[in-house]
T-cell receptor, first 117, second 109 residues
Framework: GAVVSQHPSRVICKSGTSVKIECRSL??????MFWYRQFPKQSLMLMAT?????????EQGVEKDKFLINHASLTLSTLTVTSAHPEDSSFYIC?????????????FGDGTRLSIL | GQNIDQPTEMTATEGAIVQINCTYQ??????LFWYQQHAGEAPTFLSY??LDGLEEKGRFSSFLSRSKGYSYLLLKELQMKDSASYLC??????????WGAGTKLIIKP
């Protein structure tokens, strides 16, 4: 089945640091990838849709300059949390879907737990 | 607006059956997904329904009624490892996935 790899799985760093998270589709090409954030005991929140070869589409309330997204190829999207602060601590999850048609589920990476001290 | 409703939390007993309901109002419909998410982990795909009726997959079944905007996930022979959150998500007319808040299922011995 479709596999999505996300790295790193956990990051602990000081306030003000920038953190890059990678999301790769291992056995399929993904023109679109999705970045989610999930705070403890809350539901998934879509942050942005990453489009290969074009700018990402951000959800309302998500700062474009803070959460930089680069979809460099059909198998790789990166999310960079710039100048991270403690309130950015969260569980970040990427997903990708093979194709656009019906019945294609999103497959999720294992997530990145970000802790800003 | 678009809305997906599912119960916040449910409790069931090991070995029993539980039904988790999901109702939706979305702009268009291109299918409904159920995902399982264990605490601290990413969601994993369980089922997909686009036509009315029941889809059975082992201990898990998913039902859809498009006219009622309603789905349920049925879990049989519950095991302790089934304790997790179950997320209902609908693919709208733009193929955007609209997520429910999830139902936390607690299994008791």
């Amino acid at each position: 089945g479709a596999v999505v790899s996300q790295h790193p799985s956990r990051v602990i760093c000081k306030s003000g640091t920038s953190v890059k998270i990678e999301c790769r589709s291992l056995d399929f090409q993904a023109t679109t990838m999705f970045w989610y954030r999930q705070f403890p005991k809350q539901s998934l929140m879509l942050m942005a849709t990453s489009n290969e070869g074009s700018k990402a589409t951000y959800e309302q309330g998500v700062e474009k300059d803070k959460f930089l997204i680069n979809h460099a190829s059909l198998t790789l999207s990166t999310l960079t949390v710039t100048s991270a602060h403690p309130e950015d601590s969260s569980f970040y999850i990427c997903s990708a879907r093979p194709g656009q048609g019906d019945g294609q589920p999103q497959h999720f990476g294992d997530g990145t737990r970000l802790s800003i001290l | 607006g678009q809305n997906i409703d599912q119960p916040t939390e449910m409790t069931a007993t090991e070995g029993a059956i539980v039904q988790i309901n999901c109702t939706y109002q979305t702009s268009g419909f291109n299918g409904l997904f159920w995902y399982q998410q264990h605490a601290g982990e990413a969601p994993t795909f369980l089922s997909y329904n686009v036509l009315d009726g029941l889809e059975e997959k082992g201990r898990f079944s998913s039902f859809l009624s498009r006219s009622k905007g309603y789905s349920y996930l049925l879990l049989k022979e519950l095991q302790m490892k089934d304790s997790a959150s179950y997320l209902c998500a609908v693919l709208d007319s733009n193929y955007q996935l609209i997520w429910g808040a999830g139902t936390k299922l607690i299994i008791k011995p």
